[in-house]
């Protein structure tokens, strides 16, 4: 008895030892041998079957919806060792071991053999199909998408599997996509969704990926040979929603495509895939150019532009590298100034830069906020020490970026600053772009009601380059609306200048008769300053009187024509 449990023992130990080698291999797993060892296992120890579930939770497990695993069964018998463990991710394996009635019963020593078994089975086999969850929480959403980490992994395949040339990133959002919500309901809008991902998923190939950033937010990576397949899907495409009644609607993209140069290494690849694409993606929700906008090395200059401008900015602010330059308005019957708007230039590095280079790039973030109010502060100061030398003077506008909207203190802060300077309010125009938004149309609405009831004057500015809703001047207490000179007309000859001085006509029309000051910007030539003449307009802005002036020149300006 003895020498047969030394047997047992010595081949026990030996084929434990091959067991965890087995199981622990680094590069391949055996599954076979594993199984061949373990039924070998079973016969050592007199068992008749074992039994291995797995969970994908505990939900799963309560009801009985697991994966059966079994490397030996010959039939029922009693149940005589289990054991049962949760994962973190709360993921659960059990394993349990059978003996026939009629058999020996395990002594001590040899149950303890077995469990040790049992328990090694079980940290190896959840270990490695809960790797599968695993990957699925890694890579993909709640809702079943692809993820950015998705992404990323893609990324790092291709890298080093040598197939990163030839391929192009596609950023794109499902345009009105809140409008089939609201229209479909939640869950056809969900089946929409997932459909459209589905079809693009397809059209950008199996060596292709695509992933769900947020909402209905993708980026997808495909060959450059199916681009075309993919645009052409991602501009319109039949998606259905409702298949048992066949339901369908028409999807269309914003989408923004990257071209990655082959010589892009993996650092950049991934860049691209975070926030170049990113910002085509911006760049073309700006719908200049149609749904799609091609990121290209330009548009890349432009983006690094605009980010060496944010990066420097507030250094340049505490270094008041910024200044205002005053642009006169002229009463178009007396030839006098009436007025003048504050323009901000930028002294860098012994250059000029003027507002087109730095501004956009400070609209992006709270940065502009901070440009005008520096800005105001510098106008007031101006014109404390004007009046302090007792000169005769016009009022002053200072544009306020549209940005200043969301401020619920904007009133505060701006009195706060003009105060200071102790300058009577009806000296101060603030310039605000039109809105077009429902949103923003109410907070402009306080807004300039707001600095009206302060005595500040109000103008929109660049009247006619957006949507120049009717609205806008009819529900806000303007004191004044500035038309854009890209609605001026050049001429009498060409058809659109035809157009144009049609338009102007009515529109100069409109804001007189709704009792507001109407001044053009931009104006150049003689002949336009007739035309306008002609249609009864208050007040011009523009070089054909002057350009925006330096400090001194203005103060010359405004003592011979005030
Ligand atoms: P804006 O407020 O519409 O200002 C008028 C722009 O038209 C100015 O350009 C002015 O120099 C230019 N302009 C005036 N007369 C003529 C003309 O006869 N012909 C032509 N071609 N242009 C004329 P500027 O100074 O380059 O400013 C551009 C824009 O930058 C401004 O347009 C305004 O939107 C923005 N900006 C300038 N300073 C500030 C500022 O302090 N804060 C904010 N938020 N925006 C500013
Ligand atoms: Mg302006
Ligand atoms: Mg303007």
Not at 95 to 115: H, I
Not at 211 to 224: E, I, M, P, S, Y
Not at 490 to 495: P, S
Not at 496 to 522: A, D, F, N, P, W
């Amino acid at each position: 008895m003895k020498e047969k449990t030394t047997e047992q023992t010595e081949r026990f130990n030996g084929l434990f030892r091959q067991l965890v080698s087995e199981m622990t291999q680094i590069e391949k797993i055996n599954v076979l041998l594993i199984e061949k060892m373990l039924m070998e296992m079973c016969a050592l120890f007199r068992l008749s079957k074992t039994e291995t579930y797995l969970y994908n939770s505990l939900e799963d497990e309560k009801q009985g919806k697991g994966e059966r695993l079994s490397c030996h069964d010959t039939g029922e018998g009693e149940r005589v060792l289990f054991f049962r463990i949760v994962t973190s991710i709360l993921t659960v394996a059990t394993t349990a071991v059978y003996m026939k009635p009629d058999v020996r019963p395990l002594s001590d020593e040899e149950r303890s053999m077995v469990a040790l078994v049992m328990r090694t089975v079980l940290h190896f086999v959840s270990r490695n199909r809960f790797k599968r969850v695993i990957e699925r929480l890694a890579f993909y959403d709640d809702a079943g998408y692809r993820n950015l980490r998705s992404l990323q992994n893609y990324n790092r395949n291709v890298f080093i599997e040598g197939r990163h040339n030839s391929l192009v990133v596609v950023r794109y959002n499902l345009r009105h996509f809140s409008m089939i919500n609201r229209d479909l309901g939640r869950k056809a809008a969900d089946a929409v969704l997932w459909n459209h991902y589905k079809l693009v998923e397809e059209k950008a190939g199996k060596d292709g990926i695509v992933c769900r950033l947020d909402g209905d937010n993708f980026v997808a990576v495909c060959r450059k040979e199916k681009l075309d397949g993919l645009l052409a899907c991602l501009d319109e495409a039949n998606i259905i929603y409702d298949e048992k009644e066949g339901k369908t609607i028409g999807v269309s993209t914003s989408t923004g495509v990257y071209v990655i140069p082959d010589s892009f290494t993996y650092d950049t690849h991934d860049e691209i895939i975070r926030n170049r694409v990113f910002h085509s993606y911006l760049e073309s929700m700006n719908g200049k150019q149609g749904h799609v906008v091609f990121f290209d090395e330009n548009l890349s200059r432009r983006r690094e532009k605009i980010v060496r401008v944010q990066q420097v900015f507030p250094e340049a602010l505490r270094k008041k590298e910024f200044f205002a330059v005053y642009q006169p308005k002229y009463n178009i019957k007396t030839g006098k100034i009436i007025g003048a708007e504050a323009l901000c230039r930028w002294r860098h590095n012994g250059a000029l830069v003027v507002p087109g280079e730095f501004i956009p790039a400070l609209e992006e973030s709270n940065d502009i906020c901070s440009l005008d109010f520096y800005m105001l502060a510098n106008v007031c100061r101006d014109i404390r020490r004007w009046l302090d030398e007792g000169r005769n003077i016009v009022r002053i506008s200072v544009n306020l970026s549209r940005r200043h909207m969301i401020h619920r203190n904007l009133l505060e802060d701006v009195i706060k600053i003009i105060d200071e300077y102790k300058v009577p309010h009806h000296y101060i125009e603030f310039e605000c772009t039109e809105t077009t938004t429902d949103v923003e149309f109410s907070v402009l609405q306080g807004i300039v009601s707001g600095m009206h009831k302060l005595g500040i004057s109000m103008a929109v500015d660049d009247y006619g380059v957006g949507y120049s809703s009717l609205n806008l001047l009819r529900g806000i207490p303007w004191n004044a609306v500035k038309i854009d000179r890209s609605i001026l007309p050049l001429n009498e000859e060409d058809a659109i200048s035809r157009q144009l001085t049609v338009v102007l006509k009515h529109v100069i029309g409109v804001i007189k008769e709704i009792g507001m000051e109407c001044v053009v910007e931009g104006v150049e030539t003689q002949y336009q300053l007739d035309l306008l003449r002609q249609m009864d307009c208050d007040v011009v802005q523009g070089y054909i009187y002057d350009r925006p002036l330096t400090v001194e020149d203005f103060e010359k300006r405004m003592q011979t024509n005030c």
